[in-house]
């Protein structure tokens, strides 16, 4: 095969992730560009002025890609608009507009959706749904703005408080749709900068990572959430995870068929969903038309083959390998930890590049995402409402007691520093 040039989009914090993941191949020539980057710009002249050049030279990348909710946005518009291949811009909107996903799903597989309601309608007959309630953004970012409620009245103070921010954080998603007229859709317009109100979801919550090509749906594996002790933060994500046969079977049946009505084709999805394992049943939490980057290489370090290089293998209309790559040594276990900080605070220091250095030189398996920089306040960044995170580590092993054992060692090596913040 000859070189591919691929136009990755992605966050800043993902580039070494990315360089590291295809240093060792030659298939494919990457060309960065950052989600700042395009927000800095300004996203419609950004996005038109790359359609542009695009269209002006074919040649240019024969493949685009994203891998997050903000990159996969900018990656489908502009494939939309110059016919390359990606995730369609309607299964983008189905997807991160989440009253417009459990819409899709209450009338395809009502038995794995939860009760819900708009804000609003929820206000107006608070009886439609159990107290407690579980209230997210419409388009959720992160954890931003999730809670669990008691009371209308809790929702009305959350409605007041963090509306503006939802609006804010949404602008570039409205900025961008708005280039593709034709996927108009004013109920995804009404809607994205309200909330969502749910009944609770019981059970353990796991990821499910998968991709559609030329129409097959091929399921990677399952991802455990474990949290932190009384918190809501994840602690970690414990790879692989598996259920019964016979829970494994109607999960992946139930989301198979649900991947064809969300529009989903030629793309990474994952989808989030508790599962009450000793009734067989599940409920979905969220589905998303992307990779989980957060898991790559939690993937890799235990499967032998690199999601990375499907996603640009689907791009470019190759079908991908799944077979383990012989000279990387495999795992029976990869954890995927959030190092979470619960209160603000100034960030000191992060860690410096010879301090990474010693890590790799220890442990060339782990990979380690600093999410942060020196001089500002873990506030700076989007958090859940209980906790502030700022590294991810993946951490693979033969056993959890190794696993562990590896991260108290690294998390020894980094020497992050923070200072309280005096009220």
């Given at each position: 095969?000859?070189?591919?040039?691929?136009?990755?989009?992605?966050?800043?914090?993902?580039?070494?992730?990315?360089?590291?993941?295809?240093?060792?191949?030659?298939?494919?020539?990457?060309?960065?560009?950052?989600?700042?980057?395009?927000?800095?710009?300004?996203?419609?002249?950004?996005?038109?002025?790359?359609?542009?050049?695009?269209?002006?030279?074919?040649?240019?990348?024969?493949?685009?890609?994203?891998?997050?909710?903000?990159?996969?946005?900018?990656?489908?518009?502009?494939?939309?608009?110059?016919?390359?291949?990606?995730?369609?811009?309607?299964?983008?909107?189905?997807?991160?507009?989440?009253?417009?996903?459990?819409?899709?799903?209450?009338?395809?597989?009502?038995?794995?959706?939860?009760?819900?309601?708009?804000?609003?309608?929820?206000?107006?007959?608070?009886?439609?749904?159990?107290?407690?309630?579980?209230?997210?953004?419409?388009?959720?970012?992160?954890?931003?703005?999730?809670?669990?409620?008691?009371?209308?009245?809790?929702?009305?103070?959350?409605?007041?408080q963090e509306t503006q921010d939802i609006?804010?954080?949404?602008?570039?998603?409205?900025?961008?749709?708005?280039?593709?007229?034709?996927?108009?859709?004013?109920?995804?317009?009404?809607?994205?900068?309200?909330?969502?109100?749910?009944?609770?979801?019981?059970?353990?919550?796991?990821?499910?990572?998968?991709?559609?090509?030329?129409?097959?749906?091929?399921?990677?594996?399952?991802?455990?959430?474990?949290?932190?002790?009384?918190?809501?933060?994840?602690?970690?994500?414990?790879?692989?995870?598996?259920?019964?046969?016979?829970?494994?079977?109607?999960?992946?049946?139930?989301?198979?068929?649900?991947?064809?009505?969300?529009?989903?084709?030629?793309?990474?999805?994952?989808?989030?969903?508790?599962?009450?394992?000793?009734?067989?049943?599940?409920?979905?939490?969220?589905?998303?038309?992307?990779?989980?980057?957060?898991?790559?290489?939690?993937?890799?370090?235990?499967?032998?083959?690199?999601?990375?290089?499907?996603?640009c293998d689907i791009s470019v209309g190759?079908?991908?390998?799944?077979?383990?790559?012989?000279?990387?040594?495999?795992?029976?276990?990869?954890?995927?930890?959030?190092?979470?900080?619960?209160?603000?605070?100034?960030?000191?220091?992060?860690?410096?590049?010879?301090?990474?250095?010693?890590?790799?030189?220890?442990?060339?398996?782990?990979?380690?995402?600093?999410?942060?920089?020196?001089?500002?306040?873990?506030?700076?960044?989007?958090?859940?409402?209980?906790?502030?995170?700022?590294?991810?580590?993946?951490?693979?092993?033969?056993?959890?007691?190794?696993?562990?054992?590896?991260?108290?060692?690294?998390?020894?090596?980094?020497?992050?520093?923070?200072?309280?913040?005096?009220?």
């Amino acid at each position: 095969m000859s070189v591919k040039k691929i136009l990755f989009f992605c966050d800043a914090s993902d580039i070494d992730i990315v360089e590291r993941s295809f240093a060792e191949t030659k298939d494919y020539e990457i060309t960065f560009e950052t989600s700042e980057r395009v927000l800095e710009y300004g996203v419609k002249d950004y996005l038109q002025r790359t359609i542009e050049l695009i269209n002006q030279h074919p040649d240019m990348y024969d493949g685009i890609v994203g891998t997050h909710d903000s990159s996969a946005v900018f990656a489908s518009i502009i494939c939309d608009q110059t016919g390359k291949t990606f995730a369609s811009v309607q299964s983008i909107i189905n997807c991160q507009n989440k009253y417009l996903c459990r819409t899709i799903q209450k009338d395809h597989i009502p038995e794995n959706t939860p009760r819900f309601a708009l804000a609003l309608d929820y206000l107006k007959n608070p009886d439609m749904l159990s107290s407690p309630v579980f209230i997210k953004p419409v388009r959720s970012n992160i954890s931003f703005g999730t809670h669990i409620i008691h009371k209308p009245t809790d929702l009305e103070i959350y409605i007041g408080q963090e509306t503006q921010d939802i609006a804010f954080f949404n602008q570039y998603f409205i900025d961008a749709i708005s280039l593709s007229s034709q996927y108009f859709n004013q109920s995804n317009l009404d809607t994205c900068n309200s909330f969502l109100c749910e009944e609770i979801i019981s059970g353990d919550q796991v990821t499910i990572d998968g991709f559609v090509f030329d129409d097959q749906v091929e399921f990677l594996g399952m991802t455990k959430a474990v949290y932190y002790e009384y918190s809501n933060s994840f602690s970690h994500h414990e790879f692989p995870y598996t259920f019964s046969p016979e829970l494994e079977a109607a999960v992946k049946a139930n989301l198979s068929k649900l991947m064809i009505q969300l529009g989903i084709k030629n793309s990474f999805f994952n989808v989030e969903l508790r599962a009450e394992e000793d009734k067989d049943s599940f409920t979905i939490i969220e589905v998303n038309s992307r990779i989980a980057f957060q898991f790559a290489k939690t993937i890799q370090s235990v499967k032998g083959y690199d999601p990375l290089h499907i996603l640009c293998d689907i791009s470019v209309g190759s079908k991908p390998d799944l077979n383990p790559v012989t000279q990387q040594e495999l795992f029976d276990l990869c954890f995927n930890f959030e190092l979470h900080a619960f209160s603000d605070k100034k960030i000191l220091k992060t860690p410096t590049q010879s301090e990474y250095e010693e890590v790799k030189l220890y442990y060339p398996e782990i990979h380690i995402r600093n999410l942060i920089h020196e001089n500002t306040y873990l506030s700076d960044y989007k958090h859940n409402p209980e906790s502030f995170r700022y590294c991810i580590l993946d951490i693979p092993g033969n056993s959890k007691d190794e696993i562990m054992n590896k991260y108290y060692h690294v998390i020894s090596m980094l020497k992050y520093e923070f200072e309280d913040i005096t009220k």
